[in-house]
């Protein structure tokens, strides 16, 4: 994990959580958390399929705050697309998701729809 400061008198950790198309993917709060409380029935694949299919779409904004809402479970993953102020490359930040009964706009994020998954798999932690 990466230490962060988030400010003069709080740390916090970005967990590295997957990487898609050479974007690193990092859990900057709660998201795995509130993942797994609000659609336990989903995959780890299940949700990095959403995420990748959000940033295929993603690339043709510029860098900024996102909203990718999967249509076929109503998902909703916040999501900061930046570039990294070590590396210089890019990344994406992901706080939370929601559920599809929650709505939350904290940046005037862009909405980002993506198809439905395929269930396949079972969650692993």
Known sequence: MREIKKDLTEKGYWKKIYTAFEVDVFDSAHFLERTKER???????????????GLT???????GHFVIISKSTGMRIALDYRQDRHTDKMIAVIPTVLSPDMTFKKFNDKEIFVEGIERTAIFID
């Open 39 to 53: 659609f336990p029935n989903l995959s780890w694949i299940n949700i990095m399929q959403v995420i990748e299919q």
């Open 57 to 63: 779409k993603i690339f043709h904004y510029p860098p």
